[in-house]
């Protein structure tokens, strides 16, 4: 480990490993990779529905957060997990890959972050991408095909998802074969961030490749540091400097001759940067921390998507359970699964869903569908069942990432305000008619399902009370949270559209923290391709979206002096 390097980026979640293994890539200088957390070799990671052993508790690659109560959801505590270790959240979630809608990036735009477009972010995205369905090819108008993160169809045959797709159409949604396309309205599998069964996490991506012996991909201008807690970022006058992190029991000061690169998460980099002196005056002083500059919005604007689902019981292995005949049929899964990595093993079990507009003149989306072929409630782990999710895709209510303490270690407070705003409710309920709908559809109505969580809920305007304290009594969160560092271009944002931190200087945030509102679906290939961005950003570069070519700023500026001279 070296003390000092031209780049230092914290956290080697999703964007931070793009961030990284591209600025290592373009010899721009020596580059620090520090991660609180370990490796990211566990089976419970790299097998796709390890999913059910790190998510629903804390653990070596989950923080599992809990959030404040809340008022709107009867007071009670949410689960927020986030992932720890190399990949960070890409090494727990469910691999979902979405981009969300090409309107979601012009309303960016449109808000004052010039730059973030459609056409801005397109060719990041496509950079990023290695879209199986192109079979090699560099590209098409919509998908990458050379890039580091796989993007693969399912590998499972569960015939309860082709159910689901059955009974979805026969309530009148049509098929769409691809959600990342030239539309997102419809129903249909989704595409996962997988390499022949397997996960393939940001870390696998950007970073190693699966191998063990040389996390950094052999690059010898790239350290990356497992296990160093970055306690505080070290600030020179208003300059970022440096970070203290704690590695192998001791503080160690590093430093940055370039620039640091915050990359911690919607929760993490809003806490690193309270914790080093940059946040709400007020807040800091009462947790002792000396103020380098009073930022009002660090850890407010944060966003996430309400969910809420419907569950139904049916006695059948195809469905996930603890159960002696679920055991049975698993296991003779794992040995499909050993011998060719299809099969229930390869299952992040929510392979199919869809997006749905609740109200037919809407431009886009507002409802997302996830099919799960699993009960998810702890307490009937031994039941067979499916679930049903609905999340409200652009809600309005805001909460906010507040510090429990000055040492970095400690768990931020986290208050979702989820459902504050009754829009969300109306929604939601709006979600829940069309859910039930698609589950009333004889190709699931026909193997008798019983009701686990909804009783006799119907949901059509017949109980709207009954329903709406359902709604409150029941919703949670589908873990995408965004939006604590808010991008944008008046004074209130946390920083620029070129991600530096304002009032500030040496210092950008690169992650979901930046987005200014959330997209229209899951958010992990959105984080990735802020981390593409990014790299761009701090070298100079810009990508045309019409013709996806590379260009610095000075030679775009010689250019037009040169045109003006003719």
Same mark, same amino acid.
């Given at each position: 480990?070296?003390?000092?390097?031209?780049?230092?980026?914290?956290?080697?979640?999703?964007?931070?490993?793009?961030?990284?293994?591209?600025?290592?890539?373009?010899?721009?200088?020596?580059?620090?990779?520090?991660?609180?957390?370990?490796?990211?070799?566990?089976?419970?990671?790299?097998?796709?529905?390890?999913?059910?052993?790190?998510?629903?508790?804390?653990?070596?690659?989950?923080?599992?957060?809990?959030?404040?109560?809340?008022?709107?959801?009867?007071?009670?505590?949410?689960?927020?997990?986030?992932?720890?270790?190399?990949?960070?959240?890409?090494?727990?979630?469910?691999?979902?890959?979405?981009?969300?809608?090409?309107?979601?990036?012009?309303?960016?735009?449109?808000?004052?972050?010039?730059?973030?477009?459609?056409?801005?972010?397109?060719?990041?995205?496509?950079?990023?991408?290695?879209?199986?369905?192109?079979?090699?090819?560099?590209?098409?108008?919509?998908?990458?095909?050379?890039?580091?993160?796989?993007?693969?169809?399912?590998?499972?045959?569960?015939?309860?998802?082709?159910?689901?797709?059955?009974?979805?159409?026969?309530?009148?949604?049509?098929?769409?074969?691809?959600?990342?396309?030239?539309?997102?309205?419809?129903?249909?599998?989704?595409?996962?961030?997988?390499?022949?069964?397997?996960?393939?996490?940001?870390?696998?991506?950007?970073?190693?490749?699966?191998?063990?012996?040389?996390?950094?991909?052999?690059?010898?201008?790239?350290?990356?540091?497992?296990?160093?807690?970055?306690?505080?970022?070290?600030?020179?006058?208003?300059?970022?400097?440096?970070?203290?992190?704690?590695?192998?029991?001791?503080?160690?000061?590093? #430093?940055?001759?370039?620039?640091?690169?915050?990359?911690?998460?919607?929760?993490?980099?809003?806490?690193?940067?309270?914790?080093?002196?940059?946040?709400?005056?007020?807040?800091?002083?009462?947790?002792?921390?000396?103020?380098?500059?009073?930022?009002?919005?660090?850890?407010?604007?944060?966003?996430?998507?309400?969910?809420?689902?419907?569950?139904?019981?049916?006695?059948?292995?195809?469905?996930?359970?603890?159960?002696?005949?679920?055991?049975?049929?698993?296991?003779?899964?794992?040995?499909?699964?050993?011998?060719?990595?299809?099969?229930?093993?390869?299952?992040?079990?929510?392979?199919?869903?869809?997006?749905?507009?609740?109200?037919?003149?809407?431009?886009?989306?507002?409802?997302?569908?996830?099919?799960?072929?699993?009960?998810?409630?702890?307490?009937?782990?031994?039941? *067979?069942?499916?679930?049903?999710?609905?999340?409200?895709?652009?809600? *309005?209510?805001?909460?906010?990432?507040?510090?429990?303490?000055?040492?970095?270690?400690?768990?931020?407070?986290?208050?979702?305000?989820?459902?504050?705003?009754?829009?969300?409710?109306?929604?939601?309920?709006?979600?829940?008619?069309?859910?039930?709908?698609?589950?009333?559809?004889?190709?699931?109505?026909?193997?008798?399902?019983?009701?686990?969580?909804?009783?006799?809920?119907?949901?059509?305007?017949?109980?709207?009370?009954?329903?709406? !304290?359902?709604? #409150?009594?029941?919703?949670?969160?589908?873990?995408?949270?965004?939006?604590?560092?808010?991008?944008?271009?008046? !004074?209130?944002?946390?920083?620029?559209?070129?991600?530096?931190?304002?009032?500030?200087?040496?210092?950008?945030?690169?992650?979901?923290?930046?987005?200014?509102?959330?997209?229209?679906?899951?958010?992990?290939?959105?984080?990735?391709?802020?981390?593409?961005?990014?790299?761009?950003?701090?070298?100079?570069?810009?990508?045309?979206?019409?013709?996806?070519?590379?260009?610095?700023?000075?030679?775009?500026?010689?250019?037009?002096?040169?045109?003006?001279?003719?």
């Amino acid at each position: 480990m070296q003390h000092e390097y031209d780049f230092i980026v914290i956290g080697a979640g999703s964007a931070g490993c793009a961030v990284a293994a591209r600025l290592a890539d373009s010899n721009a200088g020596t580059v620090a990779l520090l991660e609180a957390g370990g490796h990211d070799f566990h089976p419970a990671i790299t097998i796709p529905i390890g999913i059910a052993s790190t998510v629903p508790k804390p653990g070596p690659y989950n923080y599992g957060y809990a959030t404040e109560p809340q008022p709107a959801l009867d007071g009670r505590i949410g689960y927020q997990p986030r992932g720890k270790g190399l990949g960070g959240s890409s090494s727990i979630n469910g691999m979902i890959y979405i981009r969300g809608t090409p309107s979601d990036y012009d309303r960016w735009a449109a808000s004052g972050c010039e730059g973030w477009a459609w056409d801005d972010v397109l060719p990041y995205f496509k950079r990023s991408e290695r879209n199986e369905r192109l079979g090699g090819h560099a590209e098409d108008s919509w998908h990458g095909g050379q890039g580091p993160l796989d993007v693969a169809d399912t590998r499972s045959t569960n015939p309860f998802d082709r159910r689901f797709l059955q009974a979805a159409q026969s309530a009148g949604l049509r098929y769409n074969p691809d959600f990342n396309g030239i539309e997102q309205e419809g129903v249909g599998f989704y595409q996962r961030t997988q390499r022949d069964g397997e996960r393939w996490n940001a870390a696998r991506a950007y970073l190693h490749h699966g191998n063990r012996d040389a996390i950094n991909g052999g690059r010898a201008n790239l350290d990356v540091l497992t296990e160093a807690q970055v306690l505080r970022i070290v600030f020179e006058g208003r300059r970022a400097v440096g970070v203290v992190i704690e590695r192998d029991g001791k503080q160690v000061t590093l #430093r940055a001759r370039r620039e640091i690169i915050l990359s911690g998460g919607t929760f993490g980099s809003a806490q690193l940067l309270m914790v080093s002196g940059v946040g709400p005056c007020a807040h800091l002083k009462s947790h002792g921390i000396p103020v380098v500059h009073d930022a009002p919005g660090v850890g407010q604007n944060l966003q996430e998507h309400p969910n809420l689902k419907l569950q139904q019981r049916v006695s059948s292995t195809d469905l996930y359970a603890f159960s002696v005949r679920g055991a049975i049929r698993l296991y003779g899964e794992w040995r499909r699964y050993k011998r060719d990595r299809f099969g229930m093993f390869a299952s992040n079990i929510a392979e199919t869903g869809g997006f749905v507009k609740t109200d037919p003149t809407l431009a886009d989306p507002d409802v997302q569908l996830h099919f799960s072929t699993a009960l998810s409630d702890p307490a009937a782990r031994s039941a *067979h069942g499916y679930s049903l999710h609905a999340c409200v895709l652009r809600p *309005h209510s805001r909460g906010q990432v507040l510090l429990a303490s000055a040492d970095a270690r400690t768990a931020p407070r986290i208050d979702q305000n989820l459902l504050a705003d009754s829009r969300d409710v109306d929604t939601m309920l709006a979600g829940m008619r069309v859910a039930r709908r698609i589950l009333d559809q004889q190709p699931l109505a026909r193997l008798g399902p019983v009701p686990h969580n909804y009783g006799g809920l119907r949901f059509d305007g017949t109980d709207d009370d009954a329903a709406r !304290a359902f709604i #409150r009594a029941k919703t949670d969160v589908i873990f995408h949270p965004v939006g604590t560092c808010r991008m944008g271009n008046d !004074a209130g944002s946390v920083v620029d559209s070129q991600l530096r931190v304002r009032g500030v200087e040496g210092l950008r945030v690169a992650d979901a923290s930046i987005m200014p509102m959330l997209i229209g679906g899951n958010t992990n290939a959105t984080a990735i391709m802020i981390g593409e961005k990014a790299a761009d950003l701090v070298r100079g570069i810009e990508r045309s979206g019409a013709a996806g070519l590379e260009r610095t700023r000075a030679a775009a500026t010689e250019e037009a002096l040169a045109e003006g001279e003719r």
